[in-house]
Nanobody, 117 residues
Framework: VQLQASGGGLVQAGGSLRLSCAAS????????MGWYRQAPGKQRELVAS???????DYADSVKGRFTISRDNAKNTGYLQMNSLKSEDTAVYYC????????????WGRGTQVTVSS
């Protein structure tokens, strides 16, 4: 099972980006998915998560600005980021709990998000 994160980039403060996380490889289903981020010199933190039933949870710092969603048919998760701030600058990682033959927790490679002020 592989997770491929994409959509990062450089954006001005107040702008938007949409991250995608596509899962592939083998027969499986995905329960929870999440987005984490890690800024230089800081610990990795949970940004948002979504259950298989589409229940969501957000870090206080992104509530009202970020929206997590998923397309189960495509095994893909998304993170819509609006009203970006310089403090959102970080490497963003997606995470998924996979069920089935290759059950386990998987991480995608990070995608850099840089917000210029």
């Amino acid at each position: 099972v592989q997770l491929q994160a994409s959509g990062g980039g450089l954006v001005q403060a107040g702008g938007s980006l949409r991250l995608s996380c596509a899962a592939s490889g083998g027969f499986f289903s995905i329960s929870d998915m999440g987005w984490y981020r890690q800024a230089p010199g800081k610990q990795r933190e949970l940004v948002a998560s979504i259950t298989s039933g589409a229940g969501t949870d957000y870090a206080d710092s992104v509530k009202g600005r970020f929206t997590i969603s998923r397309d189960n048919a495509k095994n893909t998760g998304y993170l819509q980021m609006n009203s970006l701030k310089s403090e959102d600058t970080a490497v963003y990682y997606c995470n998924a709990k996979v069920l089935g033959l290759f059950s386990g927790t998987y991480w995608g490679r990070g995608t850099q998000v840089t917000v210029s002020s």
